[in-house]
Structures are given as structure tokens and as C-alpha cells.
């Protein structure tokens, strides 16, 4: 009797995790598979280069407001951000420069920009205030930027592009 028991308070468990994500979705307009991603802690994501390769995006800002992204800038000023937001992707040819520049005044929690490369290795760009710039050479494949937070709180203009020889 006391298995039976366990197995529909588990059944009722899953159920209710599921349409707490379904009735999430149907509030924000958001994929079902974000909407069960909010579920799972943000604040685990940022010292786990694992889960920062990963392809997939799990984030939470409570403000933002933003310029829109175009040739590879953009401006972002956000409130309690947590978790980890792709900004770009660019595709690049073997031994090509990619010149970051960046202006980050970060006001609380933990915040960095990090570089995906094509074997998913993380190499963290920015984690300080402040304004720098700086070059990567890359290989061929495909380039990830991404935004990763713990209930931070920042203004941040970012840009990236390939560097002309």
C-alpha cells in the first residue's frame, strides 16, 4: 500500500511541476522548454563552464532595457540578471581576429561576458568594471558571446567584430 502511495504522490509532483510550466508559458509567452527552465536554479549556471557551453539559454532578468543588437554592439542596462543569455554568434575562418571592446559598470552580484569556441571551451572576456578592448584568434567554426549573471546588476556596452588585416 505504502509503494501505491509513493507512486501518486510522485505522479502528482510531476503533474504539477509540468503545469506550473505550461501556465508560466501561457503567461510570458515564452517556449515551453524556457518556461521549464525557470524552474532550475540561475545561480548554479555561473561557475559551471559545463553548463555555460551548453547551447540552450537559462535567464532571468527583472529589468531590462536595451538598444537593439546590431553590427556586433549592443547596449544593455538590466536588473537582477541571472543565469546565461547568448548575445552573438559568428561564424569564423581559421586565424581570424575577432576585437572586443567593452564598458561595464556592474553595481551588484557577479557578472561576466564569456567566449564559447567551436570545442564549447569557455574563456571569460570581461568580469570587472571598467573599459578595456582586446583581440582573439580564433579557428574556424562557430562563436558563441555570452552574457552570464548572478543577481547582477549592470549597464554594459559590448562589441564585437573580426579585425581587418
Not at 44 to 61: E, G, M
Not at 81 to 97: A, L, P, R, V, Y
Request: glycine share 4%.
Amino acid at each position: 500500500m505504502k509503494k501505491k502511495f509513493n507512486k501518486h504522490i510522485l505522479l502528482i509532483a510531476v503533474l504539477s511541476i509540468f503545469l506550473l510550466a505550461v501556465g508560466i508559458n501561457q503567461i510570458t509567452k515564452t517556449p515551453l522548454y524556457q518556461s521549464i527552465s525557470f524552474l532550475v536554479s540561475k545561480n548554479s549556471i555561473y561557475d559551471d563552464d559545463k553548463k555555460i557551453a551548453n547551447k540552450f539559454n537559462s535567464y532571468n532578468y527583472t529589468t531590462l532595457s536595451s538598444s537593439e543588437i546590431k553590427n556586433g554592439r549592443c547596449d544593455y542596462n538590466f536588473g537582477k540578471f541571472s543565469g546565461m543569455d547568448t548575445i552573438f554568434n559568428i561564424e569564423c575562418k581559421e586565424n581570424e581576429t575577432l576585437h572586443y571592446d567593452f564598458d561595464l559598470d556592474l553595481k551588484e552580484g557577479d557578472f561576466k561576458v564569456v567566449l564559447i569556441d567551436p570545442d564549447d571551451k569557455v574563456i571569460k572576456l570581461v568580469d570587472k568594471t571598467g573599459k578595456n578592448n582586446s583581440d582573439y584568434k580564433t579557428k574556424k567554426g562557430n562563436y558563441r558571446i555570452k552574457f552570464v549573471g548572478r543577481d547582477a546588476s549592470a549597464k554594459i556596452t559590448f562589441s564585437i567584430k573580426k579585425k581587418e588585416i
